[in-house]
């Protein structure tokens, strides 16, 4: 795979290695948000199929991109929603705890907490090993361990945000299905970048902002749940949601109905005539390219930049637990973390600090360009130090 700059409008003299704080628009994007708006200045050209075309075919094309039925699809405006409806319907006689990981992102752990303390069950954090040059294996296993007959949910990203730790979905998955217990998967780092089969990963709940790795705009996302969910309570009760939503002229001849599947749990206004065609444009740039590729491509690219850091005594993950696409890097005892964060600015190099870890986060409009000036950086300070 080439690079893809040309599709982006960044500028020639930054480098971006921040995906994970949040994607660039495509020019294709930005266009389908352009039309959207322009649109919107004759609301006689909005049809009442508008309301939902755009809609179904954004449903269908997630499902396709997790290998999920496209019925089990919602839009939702933010991941702390799509993972409320989730936890808000975890089954109350499941267990007696629910399980997560250490630094887990707040909008993952506030809402199972909240959950925990409501209904009177633990909450178990399940932290990495302290020092081992394993620790993605090792904290696999401690999670796949707490993981019983006694756990109600367990709910986790599907990499580590902060340095891209992956967690064997597929292992946990099955362990959880083995237990009764449900199994909640933050995607908003990976999905898109990292091939995710919700399927074979017997994943119940997947939640997913749309800003990051799918390329869309803020504040809209997509999740999908499984037929477990299919009779929750919904956080909001929206018209549009209802099986009698197409007939305008009927709407007030209220029915108790949603419509099937995981539409209940999808936003009020989930028609947005702007931000759905953006992110069916990013939807379809990344089905073009494929998610396969554009992993293989990070690797490859970073893969210099890794060889530095390994070489040079930087701490990083193993390779068979370390995201493509986004990781994280300790520094050697005696580099100056303010001096290399300075340089980094100085340099036009856009990473960020998440806990104790500098976070690089490619893209396919990244270069060896980037990679280089990343490591030029990283040698000239590590020279001062």
């Not at 508008?50 to 179904?56: I, K, L, Q, Y």
């Not at 064997?168 to 217990?181: E, N, P, T, Y």
């Not at 089969?197 to 499984?226: E, H, N, R, T």
């Not at 390219?289 to 992993?295: F, L, P, R, S, T």
Request: hydrophobic share 40%; aromatic share 10%; net charge negative.
């Amino acid at each position: 795979m080439l690079p893809q700059k040309h599709l982006f409008q960044l500028p020639e003299d930054g480098h971006y290695l921040n995906c994970a704080y949040m994607s660039p628009l495509l020019k294709g994007v930005e266009e389908a948000g352009i039309a959207g708006m322009q649109k919107k200045r004759n609301p006689a050209k909005i049809r009442q199929e508008d309301f939902f075309a755009e809609a179904e075919t954004v449903r269908a094309k997630f499902g396709q991109l997790v290998n999920g039925h496209p019925a089990q699809v919602a839009i939702i405006p933010s991941a702390s929603y799509g993972l409320q409806s989730a936890i808000s319907n975890i089954p109350l006689n499941n267990g007696t705890h629910a399980i997560t990981v250490s630094e887990e992102f707040p909008s993952d752990y506030y809402p199972l907490k909240s959950w925990c303390t409501r209904f009177g069950k633990d909450l178990i954090v399940i932290p990495p090993p302290e020092s081992s040059p394993e620790k993605g294996k090792i904290w696999n296993e401690l999670l796949l361990e707490a993981i019983n007959p006694d756990t109600a949910a367990v709910v986790i990203s599907s990499i580590h945000w902060t340095n891209g730790t992956l967690f064997d979905l597929g292992k946990i998955g099955a362990r959880c299905k083995a237990v009764g217990a449900l199994f909640i998967v933050d995607g908003t780092q990976s999905v898109g970048a990292l091939p995710i089969d919700v399927a074979a990963f017997q994943i119940d709940a997947l939640v997913c902002a749309a800003y990051k790795w799918l390329l869309g705009p803020y504040s809209i996302g997509l999740a999908w749940y499984s037929p477990i969910f299919n009779h929750g309570v919904p956080i909001e009760e929206s018209w549009l949601n209802r099986t009698n939503a197409e007939n305008f002229a009927g709407l007030t001849n209220y029915v108790d109905d949603y419509k099937p599947g995981a539409a209940r749990y999808q936003v009020g206004e989930s028609s947005n005539f702007i931000l759905l065609p953006m992110l069916h444009a990013a939807l379809d740039q990344i089905a073009a390219w494929g998610v396969g590729n554009i992993q293989q491509y990070c690797r490859q690219l970073t893969t210099p930049l890794l060889d530095f850091l390994i070489k040079n005594g930087f701490g990083v993950e193993v390779e068979s637990y370390r995201a493509g696409h986004l990781f994280g890097f300790s520094l050697p005892d005696g580099l100056d973390r303010s001096n290399l964060l300075a340089a980094f600015q100085q340099n036009n190099i856009f990473v960020s600090l998440r806990g104790s870890s500098i976070r690089v986060s490619p893209h396919v409009y990244n270069t060896e360009t980037d990679i280089r000036a990343l490591i030029g950086v990283l040698e000239e300070v590590s020279t001062r130090s």
